[in-house]
């Protein structure tokens, strides 16, 4: 049978057959909503546990919208649309109003990309900030949490009268579900910050995937009360990517309330582990910093000392901003405790995700398919390059046999795969 996947903005198609699939895992098939602009609207009007734009009182104040930047599938044009236009009936000016790209440590967006993003009225009407993490001029500092992590945020948002955050709620590795106060932990955080954080996650969850309550959360929703967030917008889409529905609210109320619903599209049952899993990372592709999101559900799919095959493109390669990165994933989780411990790291943010790979490496063989990623780095990486995944099939194949069994994860950037037991896995 031939085995199609999402890969950029095209696909990849294999050859399996089909007495060893298992599973093909992917979001659910929902409905979006009717009218995305009239979702918008009526969120806004009925906050959750929060107030409505009226109450914020915004005539005369500055106001910071701190919203994601390209890696993210958040339709923040949409979100913009209805949230600028309430802000304005209540007397808000849009010399007033700044939106802040909480691009955490990626590499700042282009005009083009911001017109894409966000529209091009939008772009060329309001004041739009990249977030410069490793800029102290941008930062200031408000206190530590959980013992070693600095609060350094950035300074024009938490200077505003009033603070606004957006986003879209899918899985996530580190947070359990993205969205909520996330966007400005690690999205509009100082380096320092960025980097305990990543550290912190991937010493207490290695991977934390779907799990609601984990300390990543903790630390992000602590994060969240230090930036005194005055109202959340965050929606739920299909793996289409279309508006389903869009919460708005206290940033910790209404964005768990999006969780329970984003479950019924991301969070996804499966009768059973595999030998070899094969995901795509799609939606998160640009680089490989985005694109190990794909090995997170693999590993929830796969079993321990199964194999996993990823199919991602990263035509901006292994990592624009963390050149260190590559260097630290050579090592096992045991070596770069040992840097970590005797200080030998200069990027915290590296070494965070580097522990993170490195532990499902140490679980799982990995095969990569990827034009964007050479051999080189691949090796260096700890991973095993292959053109074709009939290639990588044949390898693990010959490793776990010929009816090993094989589970293929369509969108494996976006997706909670989990055995109906393991539902917030541990």
Not at 26 to 55: F, Q
Not at 73 to 93: E, I
Request: overall charge negative; glycine content about 8%; charged content about 20%.
């Amino acid at each position: 049978m031939i085995v199609k996947l999402p890969y950029g903005a095209g696909e990849l198609a294999f050859d399996l057959a089909s007495a060893r699939l298992q599973e093909l895992i992917r979001p659910a098939e929902v409905r979006p909503a009717t009218d995305p602009v009239v979702a918008v609207t009526n969120a806004l009007a009925s906050p959750l546990d929060g107030p409505t734009i009226d109450e914020l009182a915004p005539r005369g104040k500055s106001i910071a919208i701190a919203v994601d930047d390209n890696t993210r599938t958040t339709p923040t044009h949409l979100l913009l649309d209805g949230l600028l236009a309430k802000l304005q009936a209540a007397g808000a000016r849009k010399d007033r109003i700044q939106l802040f790209i909480a691009l955490g440590t990626h590499r700042p967006m282009t005009e083009s990309e911001m017109k894409e993003k966000y529209g091009p009225e939008v772009v060329e009407e309001y004041t739009i900030i990249n977030h410069g993490f490793d800029d102290p001029s941008q930062l200031t500092y408000v206190g530590d949490m959980a013992g070693d992590v600095p609060v350094w945020i950035n300074k024009g948002f938490l200077d505003a009268d009033l603070r606004i955050v957006t986003g879209n709620i899918i899985p996530h590795f580190n947070a359990g579900w993205a969205a909520g106060a996330k966007i400005l932990l690690p999205g509009l955080a100082g380096e320092e910050t960025v980097g305990r954080m990543h550290v912190h996650s991937a010493l207490t969850t290695p991977n934390g995937l779907g799990m609601e309550d984990n300390p990543t959360r903790q630390l992000v929703d602590a994060y969240g009360e230090r930036a005194k967030i005055h109202l959340l917008i965050n929606s739920v889409i299909t793996r289409h990517q279309e508006i389903v529905k869009v919460y708005v609210g206290h940033f910790i109320t209404a964005h768990r309330r999006g969780v329970e619903h984003a479950k019924a599209v991301y969070s996804v049952p499966i009768n059973s582990v595999a030998d070899i899993t094969v995901s795509s990372s799609y939606p998160a592709d640009i680089e490989y910093w985005q694109g190990l999101k794909g090995l997170f559900s693999a590993d929830l799919a796969t079993k321990v000392g199964g194999g996993i095959i990823e199919v991602t493109p990263c035509p901006e390669g292994v990592s624009v901003m963390h050149p260190k990165w590559i260097e630290y994933l050579q090592y096992g989780t045991d070596e770069l405790n040992e840097m970590y411990r005797t200080g030998q790291i200069e990027d915290f943010v590296a070494l965070g995700l580097a522990l993170n790979v490195a532990h499902i490496r140490e679980k799982h063989p990995v095969c990569i398919i990827s034009h964007g990623i050479s051999d080189k780095h691949a090796e260096k990486m700890g991973f095993h390059k292959f053109d074709n995944v009939e290639d990588a099939l044949t390898m693990l194949t010959r490793k776990y046999g010929a009816d090993s069994t094989v589970n293929v994860l369509t969108h494996g950037g976006e997706t909670y795969p989990h055995l109906p037991q393991s539902q917030g896995h541990s």
